[in-house]
């Protein structure tokens, strides 16, 4: 979710513009979508809140930094039914904790071209723990767009509700989209 936040730091390294030096994120240019699994199937969403500011130093991409906030109850699903309950205690209990934050620590040029790591720490739930992914930018038709994909445990984050039934790991995909710098 967070890790959104960080593909939008790869792309505006790669030349995207939505400002000066400093990037705002929103919704408008940015896309935190999830599948959560089980036995019998799987259900996707995403979050339809969420700001932030990428701060980009083009000269030396080490000194650049991303912090993003979600709102968790903007989360929707493919199932109404299911919004409902992943709002509630059983899983990321949006009365209490009503924000999900990502701010990366680091950020480095990948091995492959226009690919970067990004390092940082993600808060949901109460709980912050590290997260890594490889983040990748593309330029055509004057427009840049990074995306990352990655995989989190919700239990790192307390969120244990239907252990025998709900797969742990849920996966995660960025898109970040904007013109590119003239």
């Known amino acids: 979710m967070k890790i959104l936040t960080l593909v939008l730091t790869s792309a505006l390294f790669s030349g995207i513009a939505i400002g000066a030096d400093q990037y705002k994120l929103n919704a408008e240019n940015t ?11 799987k259900h996707e969403g995403t979050f339809k809140k ?3 500011t990428l701060t980009v130093d083009e000269k030396d991409v080490p000194k650049s930094n991303l912090a993003v906030t979600i709102d968790i109850e903007s989360i929707s699903t493919d199932a109404e039914k299911l919004t409902s309950h992943l709002k509630s205690p059983d899983f990321f209990d949006a009365k209490k904790y ?20 990004v390092d940082g720490e993600l808060t949901m739930h109460g709980k912050t723990h590290p997260v890594s992914f490889l983040a990748k930018a593309v330029k055509a038709d004057g427009k840049a767009t990074v995306t990352a994909d990655l995989d989190i445990k919700r239990s790192h984050w ?25």
């Open 98 to 117: 009503p924000q999900a934050k990502f701010v990366s620590k680091t950020i480095k040029a990948g091995t492959e071209k226009d690919s970067y790591n």
């Open 50 to 52: 969420l700001e932030g």
């Open 31 to 41: 896309t935190v979508k999830f599948v959560g699994s089980k036995k019998d199937g």
């Open 158 to 182: 307390g969120m244990n509700y239907g252990k025998d039934k709900v797969n742990d790991e849920v996966k995660l995909s960025l898109q970040v989209s904007g013109p590119v710098k003239q």
